[in-house]
């Protein structure tokens, strides 16, 4: 009796399970993607970023390495040399002979503390380089970050305006159904003449194919998302429909002064021109001496042990204060310096060549802000003048006041009201991802969502 009730549960258990785990298993795939969650997920497996912060890593160690040159080197080596025969002194006085002076195996140990004190500036200058580039890199990762925020946030609006699209072909076709089921019931009772009939038909035919193209546009854009995101290509895409229209207050001017403040790129050439000038700097050092002290312990022996020899004690030791001065190299250090002086002219007009396109971007993205916000006043007003030509004609073709065409005219007009109202709102939405990027503000707004 207990292994009949143990098997008949075992038995229900298996059975909500294989009901319950598809449903589950949909509501994974189905599982909507925020708009945050969707710019998570593209910064966190993008190859560009990667290699963005591996550039930082990069830039990082190569500024510790400079930061080296300021502290004392320490340096040891271990050598043996063998002479062809001990050293000795010949030609000394009659009766003397030849003099043995030292030994033919001779082995060497030293330790040696080399503290640099001055270098003309060059130590200094290297390292603020090194600093400067470090910066550098985390501007620049910043930017490629930004540019893969807007990235993101162009695909999500496009999948919303492509399945907007395909809603309003959709609807359309549904219409055209409606209107050539009408026209059908009109024809065989020989109300209308055949060629209302097929014109009905032929319109309900292109009104399906825009709807395979509107269809088309959807996978095309969830693709292009995917793709954005690093994740397979055919993954299932849902999003949240956050197509809407939010009022920009600011003005041009105010647009453009954020974007001189915030973008990284204005920042990051600002700092290459103050790069190249250390890198004037570093020049003009070796117009000058290089002072170094070296502490030098050292150890010699005829065997390894280097317990010294019948000639030599085994320890020695000295302090040392070193200039090291090239006079004269035919005018390198010179065309060094005026080298130098123009790769920082160059990084001057880089910067302001940026600035420039920056104004120019922000300026664009502006006026096509404004022209889609334009564009969704306009768009909503001929929504309901079509809606409404719309009914009228179908009311006047039912009392037989109006013919066939003037009801797929008002039905297409409507078609390219709604059209043109999503477009508008879509491309208002991209217009303001692209103005924040412009202006350097987009994780910033990202995030305060």
């Known amino acids: 009796m207990q292994d009949r009730k143990f ?83 010949k030609g000394l006085p009659i009766g003397t002979g030849t003099v043995v002076t030292g030994t033919q195996d001779n082995y060497n140990w030293a330790l040696e503390l080399r503290q640099p004190v001055f270098a003309g500036g060059g130590i200094l200058a290297n390292y603020q380089i090194n600093r400067i580039e470090s910066s550098i890199s985390r501007l620049d990762e910043m930017t490629t970050t930004q540019d893969i925020i807007q990235e993101v946030e162009v695909s999500y609006f496009t999948i919303l305006k492509a399945l907007k699209i395909r809603d309003v072909a959709a609807q359309s076709v549904e219409q055209l159904k409606a209107h050539r089921d009408v026209a059908r019931n009109f024809f065989d009772v020989g109300m209308i003449p055949k060629n209302d009939l097929l014109n009905s038909e032929v319109q309900l035919a292109n009104g399906q194919q ?41 003005d041009l001017a105010d647009c453009l002064k954020t974007a001189m403040d915030n973008r990284p790129e204005a920042k990051s050439y600002s700092l290459r021109v103050e790069q190249a000038g250390k890198s004037v700097d570093l020049a003009r050092s070796e117009f000058f001496p290089s002072i170094s002290l070296i502490g030098n312990y050292s150890k010699y022996g005829d065997t390894p042990e280097l317990a010294g020899s019948r000639f030599s004690n085994s320890e020695f030791w000295y302090v040392m204060a070193q200039a090291n001065w090239n006079i004269w190299e035919w005018g390198r250090t010179k065309y060094k310096v005026d080298a130098s002086l123009s790769r920082k002219s160059q990084a001057a007009d880089a910067l302001t060549n940026i600035l420039d396109r920056i104004a120019l971007e922000v300026k664009n ?50 078609t390219r009201a709604k059209s043109d109202y999503f477009n508008a709102l879509s491309d208002y939405n991209i217009a303001m991802a692209r103005l924040e990027r412009s202006m350097g503000t987009i994780y910033a707004s990202v995030n305060k969502e």
């Open 365 to 414: 993205a502006y006026l096509l802000l404004k022209e889609a916000e334009k564009r969704i006043v306009v768009a909503g007003k001929a929504i309901e003048q079509a809606e409404e030509n719309f009914r009228i004609n179908q009311e006047r073709y039912k009392e037989h006041v109006a013919t066939s065409t003037d009801v797929i005219d008002a039905q297409t007009l409507l």
């Open 7 to 89: 098997c008949f549960v075992a038995a229900v258990l298996l059975s909500s399970m294989m009901i319950f785990c598809p449903v589950v298993f949909a509501a994974d795939r189905d599982q909507v993607l925020t708009l945050r969650e969707s710019i998570r997920i593209a910064l966190a497996h993008n190859a560009t970023i990667h290699s963005a912060a591996e550039g930082v890593k990069a830039s990082e160690s190569k500024r510790k390495e400079a930061m080296t040159g300021f502290f004392p080197k320490l340096s040891t080596y271990y050598s043996y040399q063998r002479l062809n025969e001990p050293p000795e002194i």
């Open 210 to 250: 825009y709807l395979l193209r509107a269809e088309n546009d959807v996978e095309l854009a969830k693709a292009q998302f995917n793709t954005v995101l690093r994740r397979g290509l055919n993954s299932p895409v849902v999003v949240e429909d956050i197509l809407a229209y939010k009022p920009f207050q600011r």
